[in-house]
């Protein structure tokens, strides 16, 4: 913190973008296959929008995650199947490439007024950017602009940021999480965060499907390198027949992760031949955000991800496995 404030110069920014969203419908898009950091900047961005006299909607591909619903009280939130512009202008937040907001609101919206992210890998896709990638989560970012302006931030945004900030920090276990982050999660404690009641949103509601999944996973589980590298798969046909859905994947990988002696844990998913790759980390120095960027991903340090379209695991494996084996041997 300098000068009282978490960051002075981008906070003065923000505010400044803001005022140049006054009088304008505004839609606040997040990434598809919302996380908790995706779906509470987006609530806590909209409602303070609102607050602030602007006329703001979330939109997202894909369905709020049932352990994230809890979160959204009565924010306007849409789908966006569902969603017809009516002059609005975009607001993105936790993408670090605009293309993972999905094909349909890259064509409703072909430009974005104000990018908020903390992704290493923002490729700086909107009229104003604002990218921190020394925060751990975009709800810090934002938390932390909402704080140095004086903005109102009432229960459910507070428990929304809070929410962001506890899942992008594996529950203020990784690396990214400073001192910074817990002020600030002291100071949304103070608006109306509660973390017992977000923990048994999120940790404690666990579906019977995602268990079955789970066990799937861990019975796929390999090393590779000598043990550096843990890698787990979901094979195609795995969540049909465990009854669960693709938002159950999320936290697998870090199973994987936690094993003593791994440096990287990965999670690959196939769901009818386009692939999902999850990387994870125990060290910054690891840096898999570039060990994705080479298949058309990104993210941060500690934690990457990538898609492929068309492929299949057993052809994807030994390319993927390639690439971290190169990327390993640079950093030795």
């Known amino acids: 913190m300098k000068d009282n404030q978490f960051y002075p110069e981008d906070s003065a920014r923000f505010a400044a973008a803001i005022e140049v969203l006054r009088g304008q419908k505004v839609a606040v898009l997040g990434h598809q296959r919302p996380d908790g950091d995706c779906i509470g900047s987006t609530v806590a961005l909209v409602r303070v929008l609102r607050t602030l006299g602007i006329d703001a909607v979330g939109l997202n591909r894909d369905a ?16 966006a199947e569902d969603f017809t ?15 993972r907001v999905g094909e349909r609101l ?12 903390h992704h290493i890998s923002n490729k700086l896709y909107g009229s104003e950017n604002l990218v921190i990638a020394t925060a751990c989560a975009t709800a810090e970012i934002l938390a932390g602009f909402y704080l140095d302006n004086g903005y109102e931030i009432d229960a459910v945004t507070a428990q929304a940021l809070y929410v962001g900030i506890a899942t992008d920090t594996g529950q203020f276990r990784f690396p990214s999480t400073t001192p910074d982050t817990f ?9 109306g965060a509660n973390p017992s009641a977000a923990a048994h949103e999120l940790y404690e509601r666990e579906s019977f499907a995602k268990i079955k999944l789970l066990q799937h996973f861990l019975n796929s589980l390999s090393m ?6 843990c890698v787990g798969l979901i094979q195609d046909g795995v969540y049909e027949e465990c009854g669960a859905t693709i938002d159950d994947s999320e936290g697998l990988v870090d199973y994987a992760r936690s094993i003593d002696g791994v440096e990287i844990g990965v999670l690959i998913e196939d769901c009818a031949g386009a692939l999902k790759g ?3 980390a125990k060290d910054p120095k690891q840096r898999v955000d570039q060990i994705a960027k080479q298949f058309g991903g ?3 340090a500690c934690a990457a991800g990538l898609n492929v379209a068309k492929s299949s695991i057993k052809e994807f494996y030994p390319q993927l496995m390639a690439a971290i084996g190169a990327h390993l041997s640079t950093i030795d």
Not at 88 to 97: E, F, G, Q, R, T
Not at 224 to 229: D, G, H, K, L, P
Request: charge should be negative; include cysteine.
């Open 278 to 280: 999850s990387l994870r």
């Open 298 to 300: 990104g993210g941060h």
């Open 224 to 229: 590779e390198f000598n043990n550096r590298v």
């Open 85 to 99: 512009p009516a002059g609005h202008v975009a607001v993105s937040v936790d993408c670090a490439d605009f293309k």
């Open 106 to 117: 890259n064509e409703l919206f072909p430009t974005v007024a104000l990018n908020v992210d």
């Open 64 to 79: 709020i995650p049932a352990t994230l619903k809890a979160f959204v009280g009565d924010t306007p939130m849409f789908l």
């Open 183 to 191: 002020e600030i999660a002291r100071r949304l404690c103070e608006c």
